[in-house]
């Protein structure tokens, strides 16, 4: 199975607006959920559930006005979850080339009609850096779970 990005394309509306005149991160996160369901739904071939976000890192300011492109590839799979590296850029619509604003890491698990996990296909790195992406996502479970048995007493 090719894991090709999904790639979505738009310009950001004033309805996007922030109380600092740029795109609200709610906004940014919203597209990222958007992005990374295509991503997993089409991946899996089923219904998809967003599990976990983690990290997500705005690096720069969206400006009203200017495209945005977010894109979505599958970078681990285990039984039922798929890890999808997502990263969101910005131009403005005089400019030729794109800046890296947002990035983040989204976990789905593909569901049945009554919410149980069915397995996905499994993904396989080819190339250095589909290895190297990988890693990441493994490093990165790792982390997570130290995370999560540091919150346990406040759950």
């Not at 004033?14 to 991946?43: E, F, L, R």
């Not at 599990?51 to 006005?65: A, S």
Request: hydrophobic share 35%.
């Amino acid at each position: 199975m090719q894991n090709k990005p999904i790639t979505f394309q738009f310009i950001s509306e004033p309805s996007d607006v922030n109380y600092g005149g740029n795109v609200h991160g709610g906004s940014v996160m919203k597209w990222i959920d958007q992005a990374g369901y295509a991503c997993a739904t089409t991946w899996s071939g089923n219904y998809s559930v967003t599990v976990y976000v983690g990290g997500i890192r705005f690096y720069e300011p969206i400006k009203i006005g200017e495209v945005v492109k977010v894109d979505a590839q599958v970078i681990y799979t285990g039984t039922s979850s798929m890890h999808i590296s997502i990263n969101v850029f910005s131009r403005n619509l005089k400019q030729p080339t794109f800046d890296k604003k947002t990035h983040c890491i989204i976990v789905f698990v593909a569901v049945d009609e009554n919410g149980k996990k069915l397995p996905v296909p499994k993904w396989t790195p080819e190339t250095e850096e589909e290895k190297q992406q990988e890693m990441y996502a493994k490093r990165l479970m790792e982390l997570r779970t130290q995370i999560e048995d540091e919150m346990k007493p406040f759950l």
